[in-house]
DNA sequence: CGATTTTTTGAATCATATCAACGTACGTGG
DNA sequence: CCACGTACGTTGATATGATTCAAAAAATCG
């Protein structure tokens, strides 16, 4: 199971990971299995864990205050889960993290994961998937605010046709940005216009 | 003018900053001053320098197919400027940045940057600005997903009131991901309910 | 001062939300 | 294996927030 992890930092690394690399990371991770709606975080906790996950779906939200759920991310087997703003400044987090499906996750605390970026590759791979991190913000803030919402459902088809077979359409929706209902009549234009 | 930065690392970082540290770092960075209008970046080029807004205020935006401008980031003095990903994975940028004001910056090859990030301080910096932005970028997806139009006004009037003074209100409209007729409506109600 | 940019206002229109009802699928316990 | 409950998706009617286009007013700059 940890074979994974260690294929996901070879292929975003130019160093190679040594055998005792690997031993070392095996020894700081702690596999867990998060059965389906099982929370992995909840607002108002320290975020002390990363995970990677290895197989299962995940997702991260918020609730605003009347109660309405807001995706954050959708997350599948080979990313990594958490919130980077409270685990590295140990403050209360602001989002929930729960499995979708039932999810195998390695889990590592706050300062196994410092003492592991010092490892060479890894600190290639943690600069790199932070990186892409803010460049899918970044491009996520561009969409909302210049797209319309089914050009951003048309986006979402293209880069991520993944998240369309592993997560109900309401779920869908707040990721995108709209209500169920909306998403159910973009997606009823959107097939009649295509023909 | 290279005290701001220093300033800027020190408070970044536990570590200190040696007179060597300094010497080495001033050696790397080019100051230029960009005048009102003048460009950092434009669309298509690689962002080959990063820079450090010393005094000024500066923009980062995209145009869409319709040619509207999508104000990304507004930045003040001691600021970061450049667009990240662009720097890092040295690809073609979709984003102009260009100066509002009459504006000192200090340059810095991506290559420099590197070396500079040997530092410690400099690593912890580093750090830090790329952690806020994450969470920043984050702030704004939940906002412009789960706010009204008049709350992320009332928010920006909150977290950043230099940002009304330093520029014009269409530019303010376009950040909040509104016209510049909505802003200009929202503010007359917005003032009238607050007496 | 005139020229340009910025802001405001109005009217019409559009995209999306809301509320409510109904249909459908799925999974679990009897 | 069926019946029932719960979650999910669709559809309709209406409401709302924001946009668009046009024009006037106000502010700013050389």
Redesign the pocket.
């Known amino acids: 199971m940890h074979e994974a992890l260690f294929t996901y930092i070879r292929q975003r690394s130019t160093t190679p990971l040594t055998g005792e690399d690997m031993n070392f990371l095996k020894s700081m991770l702690l596999p867990k299995k998060f059965r389906k709606g099982e929370y992995m975080l909840v607002e108002g906790e320290v975020c002390k864990l990363g995970g990677f996950i290895v197989k299962g779906a995940m997702r991260q939200y918020s609730v605003d205050d009347k109660g309405v759920e807001h995706v954050i991310q959708l997350l599948l087997e080979n990313w990594w889960v958490g919130d980077r703003e409270s685990f590295e400044k140990e403050t209360p987090s602001l989002y929930y993290i729960d499995a979708w499906e039932e999810t195998e996750v390695l889990l590592i605390p706050k300062n196994s994961y410092d003492a592991m970026k010092r490892i060479p590759a890894v600190a290639e791979m943690d600069n790199t998937i932070i990186n892409k991190h803010v460049s899918a913000l970044q491009k996520r803030v561009r969409d909302i605010i210049g797209l319309?919402?089914?050009e951003r459902y048309e986006n979402l088809v293209q880069a991520h046709p993944e998240f369309l077979q592993r997560f109900?359409?309401?779920i869908i929706a707040s990721y995108l940005?709209?209500?169920?209902?909306?998403?159910?009549?973009?997606?009823?234009n959107y097939k009649s216009s295509e023909v």
Request: glycine share 6%; proline share 6%.
């Open positions: 319309t919402a089914i109900p359409q309401r940005g709209i209500t169920q209902e909306t998403l159910s009549r973009l997606r009823h």
